[in-house]
């Protein structure tokens, strides 16, 4: 909902939200309050545990009192800035129960203020691009002579890098990860067949990418069920990125242990989810990271409510048409969070919100891909594993994938193999090459 809509279906449009943000801050009401509540909160707790014998954390009194405040400061943004996301799905115990969320869709607000008071604005980053998309949603008042950008290449020679788009597998198989044919036994097949062969041509460390943590665990499965993940096995080690973070620490451990010290086996191969803490946080240099294994394209699930609210907004940036049109079709019933409606929300937008979903798509995937190669002696191989990152693909609903990807990437990427022989061929030679290189 429109935060003007939300405010009038409680009936609480009349209430001065500014004034009583003051009055929270200027009183301390919180910790008052807050204090009061601890006390009655812990003696309810000490009388369920002697009733039930159980007790239970539900977190502190001032913890929830600042989270209102803040969803009342939210409620003060101007009504087209964000979204008030409701949720009324029934708690269970893996799972979050209903719940209130504000979205904030534009930064133009607030970085209006930060333009208007400095000499200048640097924004620094690695997955700034495409500019265009940066400055309609926070400068777009900004005239484009005004927005100057630069962009460094990378500090490794074009021969310690080898980014390759593999289309097909060792078999002949296309590779292609659509969100309809990702979950095919003969995809999974193939996939688990080029990593048997990739175990005999990379040396030391491979970390593998997959789009989330229920098709790593799918994958995973299937291989183990065929008899696939045993012949990886028997070249290298095998280990899983943990939903936990606190369990990543223990396991990146064993990986760079089984790496360096590979025998009887040559080296380990991690298998990663783009999103996760190791695609986002965890650098695999030498090697930790000789090869960097990208299946498919991990675009955001099109069931995420905040994600549609996101592309809604920004596909009506200069059309207020279209999200008159949207709302009609979308708000007239609750969304329940299904995959096809947000598809069939995707598939409307004509320009803006579809490159804003391959955006982030890609971004997710230059950010995975960058893990690897982290100083100047550093090498490794890039595999892009679809076919829709190869150059003669057919299948182009948005723009080419590798138009998005990083100019030191672009410049050097093999985007047509005509077979899986021509790719293991390619890796062999930069292997060879690289070590021979280390060694002189």
């Known amino acids: 909902m429109a935060i003007n809509d939300f405010l009038f279906s409680l009936n609480i449009d ?20 807050s204090g009061y509540g601890d006390k009655t909160k812990t003696l309810q707790k000490s009388s369920a545990v002697k009733e039930n014998g159980e007790s239970c954390d539900c977190g502190s009194i001032l913890s929830g009192f600042q989270v209102l405040a803040t969803m009342l400061l939210s409620l003060t943004n101007n009504d087209g800035d964000g979204r008030i996301i ?30 208007h ?9 690695g997955t700034l691009q495409p500019t265009e998309e940066t400055r309609e949603r926070l400068f777009p008042w900004l005239p484009s002579d005004q927005l100057h950008f630069f962009s460094c290449s990378h500090i490794v020679p074009p021969e310690s890098i080898l980014p ?13 990860f ?10 999974i097949e193939e996939l688990g067949l080029l990593l048997c062969n990739l175990a005999t041509v990379v040396p030391e460390g491979t970390v593998v990418f997959f789009s989330s943590f229920e098709y790593e665990g799918q994958v995973y499965n299937a291989w ?33 242990e089984a790496i360096g010290n590979p025998a009887p086996k040559s080296g380990a ?22 090869c960097i294994v990208m299946v498919g394209l991990p675009y955001p699930s099109p069931s995420d409510i905040e994600l549609l609210e996101r592309v809604k907004h920004i596909e009506g940036l200069g059309d207020s048409s279209f999200t008159k049109s949207l709302k009609l079709s979308t708000n007239e019933e609750f969304y329940g969070g299904d995959v096809q409606s947000g598809f069939s929300i995707l598939k409307s937008c004509r320009r803006r919100g579809r490159e804003y979903y391959e955006n982030l798509c890609m971004k997710a995937v230059n950010q995975s891909i960058g893990r690897a190669i982290r100083h100047v002696n550093d090498y ?21 994938p590798s138009s998005k990807l990083p100019q030191w990437i672009k410049d050097r990427l093999v985007s047509a193999t005509s077979n899986y022989g021509e790719v293991h061929k390619l890796l062999h030679q930069f292997f060879r090459f690289n070590k021979n290189k280390g060694c002189n």
């Open 117 to 125: 008071e400095a000499h200048a604005v640097v924004l620094a980053g």
């Open 178 to 187: 659509s969100y309809g044919l990702r979950s095919s036994s003969t995809m």
């Open 164 to 176: 390759l788009a593999v289309s097909r597998g060792p078999s002949g198989r296309s590779f292609d």
């Open 224 to 256: 183990k069920t065929s008899g696939i993940l045993e012949r990886i096995m028997k070249r290298k080690h095998v280990f899983r990125e943990p939903r936990k973070s606190t369990e990543i620490e223990v396991i990146l451990k064993e990986y760079k």
């Open 14 to 33: 009349n209430i001065n939200l500014i004034k009583l943000l003051q009055y929270i801050k200027e009183s301390n009401i919180m910790h008052k309050v």
């Open 86 to 115: 409701i949720s009324r799905k029934r708690p269970t115990s893996s799972g979050q129960g209903a719940y209130l969320k504000y979205v904030m869709l534009t930064g133009e607000k607030i970085f209006s203020q930060i333009v």
């Open 380 to 400: 490794a191989a890039i595999l892009l594993v679809d076919i829709r990152y190869a150059s003669d693909s057919s299948k182009r609903s948005f723009s080419h």
């Open 269 to 290: 191969i991690l298998l990663a989810v783009v999103g996760g803490k190791i695609s986002e946080g965890i650098n695999f240099s030498d090697g930790m990271g000789r």
